[in-house]
C-alpha cells in the first residue's frame, strides 16, 4: 500500500508543478493545512477520499488521473461489469469501486462503496468533510448512519439520501454486517 501513496503523491507534486501551485494554494484548493499537504504529497499518509477529490477538481484532472496514472478514454458510454470498478481504498477500510473511470469529462462520479463496521465508531462522533457539489448515496446493504449539516438519520436497505455536499458530512457503517451503498457525487460548478 505504502508504494501505492509514493506513486499517488509523485503525480500530485507533478500536477502542481505543472499547474505551477505553491505549497500554500494546494493546501488552501484542497482544505488541509500547508503542513498536512507536505506530508501527503511526500506519500508517507494515505489520502481520504475528500482530499482525493478536491485535488484532482484543483488540478483540473480525473480523480483517475491522480489515483491510477491514466486517463479516461470513452466519450460515448462505457460498461463497468459486476465487481470491476475501479478500486480506491480510502479512509478507514472504506472501499470505493469507480464505475465510470473510463468515461471522460464526467459531470458526476459513481461508486459502489463499502464500509466495515466498527464498533468504536459508533461512540465517536462521525468524522466529517465538505466538498463542493451534490451527492447521492443509495443503500444496498446494511445500514449507514449519516449525518448532513448536523442532521443525523439511519438509512437501509432501499433508502436514498440526496445531500449538498458543501454542508459538513459524514457517515459509518451502523450495521455488524458493515454496509454497501450506491454514491453518486457531482461536481458543482466550475470556478
Given at each position: 500500500?505504502?508504494?501505492?501513496?509514493i506513486?499517488?503523491?509523485?503525480?500530485?507534486?507533478?500536477?502542481?508543478?505543472?499547474?505551477?501551485?505553491?505549497?500554500?494554494?494546494?493546501?488552501?484548493?484542497?482544505?488541509?493545512?500547508?503542513?498536512?499537504?507536505?506530508?501527503?504529497?511526500?506519500?508517507?499518509?494515505?489520502?481520504?477520499?475528500?482530499?482525493?477529490?478536491?485535488?484532482?477538481?484543483a488540478?483540473?484532472?480525473?480523480?483517475?488521473?491522480?489515483?491510477?496514472?491514466?486517463?479516461?478514454?470513452?466519450?460515448?458510454?462505457?460498461?463497468?461489469?459486476?465487481?470491476?470498478?475501479?478500486?480506491?481504498?480510502?479512509?478507514?477500510?472504506?472501499?470505493?469501486?469507480?464505475?465510470?473511470?473510463?468515461?471522460k469529462?464526467?459531470?458526476?462520479?459513481?461508486?459502489?462503496?463499502?464500509?466495515?463496521?466498527?464498533?468504536?465508531?459508533?461512540?465517536?462522533?462521525?468524522?466529517?468533510?465538505?466538498?463542493?457539489?451534490?451527492?447521492l448515496?443509495?443503500?444496498?446493504?446494511?445500514?449507514?448512519?449519516?449525518?448532513?449539516?448536523?442532521?443525523?438519520?439511519?438509512?437501509?436497505?432501499?433508502?436514498?439520501?440526496?445531500?449538498?455536499?458543501?454542508?459538513?458530512?459524514?457517515?459509518?457503517?451502523?450495521?455488524?454486517?458493515?454496509?454497501?451503498?450506491?454514491?453518486?457525487?457531482?461536481?458543482?460548478?466550475?470556478?
Amino acid at each position: 500500500m505504502q508504494d501505492m501513496y509514493i506513486e499517488i503523491a509523485a503525480r500530485l507534486k507533478d500536477l502542481r508543478e505543472i499547474m505551477d501551485y505553491s505549497i500554500e494554494e494546494m493546501a488552501k484548493l484542497t482544505d488541509v493545512t500547508p503542513e498536512e499537504y507536505q506530508v501527503l504529497e511526500s506519500g508517507n499518509s494515505d489520502f481520504g477520499f475528500t482530499f482525493l477529490y478536491k485535488a484532482a477538481k484543483a488540478l483540473r484532472v480525473d480523480i483517475t488521473d491522480l489515483v491510477a496514472g491514466e486517463s479516461p478514454r470513452l466519450s460515448t458510454f462505457t460498461v463497468v461489469r459486476n465487481g470491476e470498478g475501479f478500486p480506491i481504498k480510502r479512509r478507514s477500510g472504506f472501499n470505493y469501486q469507480h464505475l465510470a473511470y473510463l468515461f471522460k469529462n464526467k459531470k458526476m462520479e459513481p461508486f459502489v462503496v463499502q464500509v466495515p463496521y466498527e464498533k468504536e465508531a459508533m461512540s465517536k462522533p462521525i468524522p466529517l468533510s465538505t466538498h463542493k457539489g451534490q451527492e447521492l448515496d443509495y443503500i444496498l446493504e446494511g445500514e449507514l448512519k449519516t449525518v448532513v449539516d448536523s442532521h443525523e438519520t439511519v438509512l437501509k436497505k432501499g433508502d436514498c439520501i440526496y445531500y449538498d455536499s458543501s454542508k459538513p458530512h459524514g457517515m459509518i457503517a451502523n450495521s455488524p454486517e458493515g454496509v454497501t451503498f450506491l454514491a453518486i457525487v457531482t461536481a458543482g460548478d466550475a470556478e
